[in-house]
């Protein structure tokens, strides 16, 4: 058995992945709305080390 550390199966070793955030909001009329959003930022599996924990 190899003691060298394995990439995160998450991000494959890449650090960052792509996260998504579903909310609702209210526009100008006061109606709901579904908004999405989407960036890249530090994996959340390895915090960003790239290295399975």
Avoid at 1 to 28: K, L, W
């Amino acid at each position: 058995m190899s003691d060298e550390p394995r990439p995160c199966q998450s991000c494959n070793g890449a650090r960052v992945t792509e996260h998504t955030e579903h909310t609702v909001e209210t526009d100008e009329k006061g109606q709901q709305k579904p908004v999405t959003r989407t960036w890249t930022g530090p994996c959340s599996s390895c915090n960003g080390s790239g290295i399975s924990a």
